[in-house]
Nanobody, 118 residues
C-alpha cells in the first residue's frame, strides 16, 4: 500500500518562498502522476500542480510563473517550490499520487499548512 509523507510548509510573509516535499513509500509503478492540491477554508480542494512520469507538467493559472513542480522518479519524491507567495496561497496543501495497478488508484498525504501573511 502506498503511503505519502509530506514535509515543508509553514508561515511566510508575502513575497517569500517555501518548498514542499512528498515521499511515497511502496510501489507507485511506472505509470503515475504526482501532484499537489490545496484547500483553503470554505473552498473546494483544487489541483495546484501535477507532473507525470514523462515530466509533463500542469499548473493552475494562479500559480504559473511562481510555483515549480519537480520529481525524482528513482526516489519516488515530488517537490513544489513556491516563490513570490501571496496571501491567497494560504491553504492546506496535500500531496497526491495517482498510479496504475489493475486500474487507477489515488493516494493522499496528510496535508501541510501554508500560511502567507500580508
Amino acid at each position: 500500500q502506498v503511503q505519502l509523507v509530506e514535509s515543508g510548509g509553514g508561515l511566510v510573509q508575502a513575497g517569500g518562498s517555501l518548498r514542499l516535499s512528498c515521499a511515497a513509500s511502496g510501489s507507485i509503478f511506472s505509470n503515475n502522476n504526482m501532484g499537489w492540491y490545496r484547500q483553503a477554508p470554505g473552498k473546494q480542494r483544487e489541483l495546484v500542480a501535477q507532473i507525470g512520469t514523462g515530466n509533463n507538467t500542469y499548473y493552475t493559472d494562479s500559480v504559473k510563473g511562481r510555483f515549480t513542480i519537480s520529481r525524482d522518479i528513482a526516489k519516488n519524491t515530488v517537490s513544489l517550490q513556491m516563490n513570490n507567495l501571496k496571501p491567497e496561497d494560504t491553504a492546506v496543501y496535500y500531496c497526491n499520487v495517482q498510479y496504475y495497478s489493475s486500474g487507477w488508484k489515488t493516494t493522499w498525504g496528510q496535508g501541510t499548512q501554508v500560511t502567507v501573511s500580508s
